[in-house]
């Protein structure tokens, strides 16, 4: 039997583009895909010392229903965060997308 999923987060799906300035040179940003509703499972959390300092991190799994474009999906915006996505799955024969993602602050 398939799990049940409670799907009532607002997210933003965003994709990574490149603009070109005014004087010719590149700008990396990202743009909004969609707006769609998800269930969201925190799984973990931690610090790593990176970079010659303490980082926090937290494991979101955001599930939404499926979508054909996920690959272009390579950051999350929820509330006042964002996470970058880094692993897609398909889950219950094209009924639903998990979005493993990651943040740290």
């Not at 300092?53 to 272009?72: D, G, H, L, Q, S």
């Not at 009924?95 to 993602?101: G, V």
Request: glycine share 8%; aromatic share 14%.
């Amino acid at each position: 039997m398939e799990k049940s999923y409670t799907l009532d987060r607002k997210i933003v799906l965003q994709t990574k583009s490149v603009t070109r300035g005014d004087a010719g040179g590149v700008n990396d940003g990202y743009a909004d895909m969609a707006s769609v509703w998800a269930d969201i499972f925190y799984k973990s959390g931690g610090e790593k010392f990176e970079a010659g300092k303490n980082t926090a991190t937290n494991i979101v799994i955001f599930t939404i229903r499926y979508k054909t474009w996920p690959n272009e999906i390579t950051r999350v915006k929820y509330g006042s965060k964002t996470y970058d996505v880094t692993h897609i799955n398909e889950y219950g024969r094209k009924h639903y997308l998990q979005l493993t993602c990651e943040t740290k602050y």
